[in-house]
């Protein structure tokens, strides 16, 4: 039998192990709310990631470029991941779950898993998932960056300003023949 | 290397969950971009608050004066006199964990002492050692501890990480008021100097010259001017507020956020453009370029220096010989006003209970503090049909409104504003129950804590409020938050940029601003962001 069919007819059940272990990753007080309450927006971060679990199995047993579609799913659990206390390994590292988590499910039923070409197939997804990951990680990281510098920048840019210290360029008409400084 | 790879039962058998110690063996971690800058000398020793000193939390000694733990006890001795209610708060809790998943701060990061219940027990566990037979005799096993100084850091990293916003204790069936215990938790760390920057220099600077920024008569002013210049710009019409008027019949003070930073700006502008529209129907307002300052980083610090800063509006208030004062959009100088004002500083009777001089209503809920939110002055104004207005000129605005934490569950102010937007603007959107009122989700920035370095804290703390406002941008199209607060005014817009980029944030009287039709204006084609209104997009 197919591993891709095994892992479709039990996605529900991989789905809850792997998402009952991305959510271990927190202390038991939080593992109790991001697993158990429904209401999206009393529990926001156990909703997202839980959702984005459930796409990134979707695609990892569909059809297309795994590695290139996993960005958008993985751009709202990224963000979430990116500004609590995880280090980037540990932030990324739940993406490499999901190999234990099929190990352990379909593993009785399938000796000598890791020597079948279908093992390897779902691999190397895993493995474009988890770097797509590591993209979407650090771009999470990069804009948070960001917004930190622009804060800093436009406040003291626009205090200056306000105190008419700077002139700046776009007080200067587009217009050549206007006013220009040569 | 196949050989090293472990069989599929033993990666099975791998217990992925990390080990966890009881939270009173977790010593707190303090690491850039969680904490705030701690507070300097020169600040501290301006208002006389004891120990200050140069130190940095991330060093390992803090450079404590060698007496803390007497300090730190005595001082909790002397409140717990003094404060009824935090002799209750201790007592009273049985750790029903009804709060435990209230609060932003655990929802966004899984920190349980981020859960209000434990962050109390940091301070709870040492007043149990300290008061009750049962803490002294058999100690942990009932919850007490000694205070030591990795108990002291902790309080200090924890009660940092609370903005006092009080969602927690709307769920306390015993009325826990959880802030309150962050307040005075607060209190003690700053008889030791342990105050952080974001709020000890704003408080120096409110007392030295009125408002947080440290900006001085002449330069505030200044900023008004331009202010001014940017109303004629897109208006036509020329305002011309007043500053320390004798003899003027309302005071009016609001954050200097909204003299100062953007989007506020445009928030202060709408208060400029509602002055003059009602100058001629008989206000009589002035600006006070010393009251220059709402907000009051002293209830971020201790009960005293709020009391000091708050005495401020209404010295000023006195020696100008105005009736009553008006207040803009501020969110914890409601909280102070009402709540703590008028024990502290009041009753103001040297003022008059506020009575609009427009539509002659007299504001009995402020008869004591003698100040009233600028959204309850013009609600009224709307409710008794006086102002024109063109609603279509907010028409680029889907908005959901965002309760600000202490005008909702300090003050109550729940309707003004909703009924305010809902006049001046086509398309409005709540966010889900739960989400807004007294159930609101902070900012995540709140009580000082919107300082740029422990901006992911910030962004953890007010993933919640995003998440609310990503569904209705989803669903509704909703591209503006508006709200009646300057640090939401501050804090809302990076925290847009990161869960819901493509959400602004507005105040509610930049769109009352936009939409007021002034006698003699020109053809408006720009709102006061200089953005083209709805229709005029290619003139």
Known sequence: MDLFDIIEKRQGRILDKWQDRVLSTYSPDAYRLFKHKNDPFANPVGSTLKKGLEGLLDLLLGEGDVREKAVDLLEDSMKVRAVQDFSPSNAVGFLFELKGVIREQVGKDLPNLEERPDWSALDSKIDAMALAGFDVFMECRERLNRIRVNEVRNLSYKAMKRANLVCDLSEIPDDPDGETVN | ?539
Not at chain 2, 288 to 299: C, I, K, L, Q
Not at chain 2, 300 to 311: D, G, I, V, W
Not at chain 2, 360 to 377: C, L, R, Y
């Open chain 2, 1 to 539: 290397m196949a050989d090293e790879v472990p069989k599929v039962e033993e990666m099975a058998a791998i217990n992925h969950t990390p080990p966890k110690t009881g939270w009173m063996d977790t010593p707190a971690v303090i690491r850039p971009g969680m904490y705030c800058y701690s507070a300097k000398a020169k600040p501290l020793n301006i208002v006389g608050m004891p120990n200050g000193r140069d130190w940095d939390p991330i060093e390992e000694d803090w450079h404590l004066p060698e007496n803390w733990m007497e300090i730190v006890l005595e001082g909790l001795h002397d409140r717990l006199h003094r404060f009824r209610s935090l002799q209750l708060f201790m007592d009273v809790c049985v750790r029903c964990g009804a709060c435990a998943d209230k609060c932003h701060f655990f929802i966004g990061s899984g920190d349980p002492k981020n859960m209000p219940v434990l962050r109390a027990e940091l301070l709870r566990s040492v007043y149990r050692k300290e008061y009750t037979l049962a803490g002294k005799l058999l100690g942990k096993m009932v919850g007490a501890r000694k205070l030591d100084e990795r108990v002291l850091k902790e309080w200090w990293t924890y009660f940092f990480q609370c903005t006092e916003c009080r969602r927690c204790s709307v769920f306390c069936p015993y009325g826990i008021d959880t802030a309150e215990i962050t307040i005075i938790g607060r209190e003690l760390l700053n008889l030791l100097g342990l105050n952080i920057d974001w709020i000890a220099t704003p408080v120096s600077n409110c007392y030295r010259t009125g408002n947080h920024l440290g900006i001085q008569p002449h330069a505030f002013k200044d900023m008004i001017d331009f202010f001014v210049d940017e109303v004629e710009d897109v208006t036509g019409v020329r305002v011309n507020p007043s500053f320390n008027r004798k003899g003027a019949e309302i005071l009016f003070i609001t954050p200097s956020g909204d003299v100062f930073a953007d989007p506020g700006t445009y928030t202060a502008m709408g208060y400029l453009i509602l002055f003059h529209y009602l100058e001629s129907m008989g206000l009589d307002i002035t600006w006070s370029t010393y009251a220059s300052e709402g907000g009051n980083f002293g209830f971020f610090t201790s009960h005293e220096m709020m009391k000091r800063l708050n005495a401020k509006m209404y010295m000023e208030a006195k020696r100008l010989g105005v009736k009553y004062i008006i207040g803009g959009e501020c969110g914890h100088m409601w909280r102070v006003i009402h709540q703590y004002m008028d024990t502290m500083n009041g009753p103001a009777d040297h003022l008059e209970v506020p009575k609009s001089p427009i539509t002659g209503t007299v504001f009995q809920n402020a008869a004591s503090t003698k100040m009233i939110h600028i959204t309850e002055f013009t609600a009224d104004l709307l409710r008794h049909n006086k102002l024109k207005f063109d609603k279509t000129r907010n028409d680029n605005y889907n908005l959901t409104f965002h309760d600000s934490c202490n005008p909702s569950r300090g003050m109550g102010l729940l309707e003004e504003p909703r009924y305010i937007i809902k006049e001046m603007c086509n398309h409005f959107y709540e966010m889900p129950e739960g989400t807004i009122r007294e159930q609101t989700f902070c900012c995540g920035s709140g009580s000082g804590l919107n300082a740029g370095e422990d901006l992911e804290l910030r962004f953890r703390g007010g993933m919640p409020r995003a998440n609310a406002v990503k569904h209705v941008h989803e669903k509704h199209g909703v591209n503006t938050v508006a709200c009646v607060c300057a640090i939401d005014r501050a804090a809302l817009p990076p925290l847009m940029d990161y869960w819901v980029p493509g959400v602004q944030v507005a105040g509610v009287h930049e769109l009352v601003g936009n939409a007021l039709i002034l006698d003699g204006e020109k053809e408006r084609t720009e709102d006061l962001r200089f953005e083209p209104l709805a229709g005029m997009e290619e003139e």
